[in-house]
């Protein structure tokens, strides 16, 4: 059994900054990568930043210079810097644990919402 948990989320003005985190609870398997996507209202799911077993990490475009994803290994916990940010950033974030093992499978958090607004 997998569960991922999100918090931090929340209401902040533009140019402000909020830190998501995602406790991840895991029974015996290997995560490949981990990741953090979002989605706003009328648009589809998007990848905002991914960061594999190796460290490697990708952005989205738009969120580049501003956003940080980064893990804690001893606390199965992934995190999201966010910094700068826009009300383009407005969404539900969610968090996504992805296992070595069996290969296409995904888990979500259920999401956390961000507004960002004056």
């Known amino acids: 059994q997998v569960q991922l948990v999100e918090s931090g989320g929340g209401l902040v003005q533009p140019g402000g900054s909020l830190r998501l985190s995602c406790a991840i609870s895991r029974s015996g398997f290997a995560i490949n990568s981990m990741a953090w996507y979002r989605q706003a209202p009328g648009n589809q799911r998007e990848l905002v930043a991914v960061i594999t077993s190796g460290g490697v990490t990708n952005y989205a475009d738009s969120v580049k210079g501003r956003f940080t994803i980064s893990t804690d290994n001893a606390k199965n916990t992934v995190y999201l810097q966010m910094n700068s940010l826009k009300p383009e950033d407005t969404a539900v974030y969610y968090c996504?644990?992805?296992?070595?093992?069996?290969?296409?499978?995904?888990?979500w958090g259920k999401g956390t919402l961000i507004t960002v607004s004056s």
């Open positions: 996504n644990a992805r296992p070595l093992l069996p290969v296409g499978v995904d888990y």
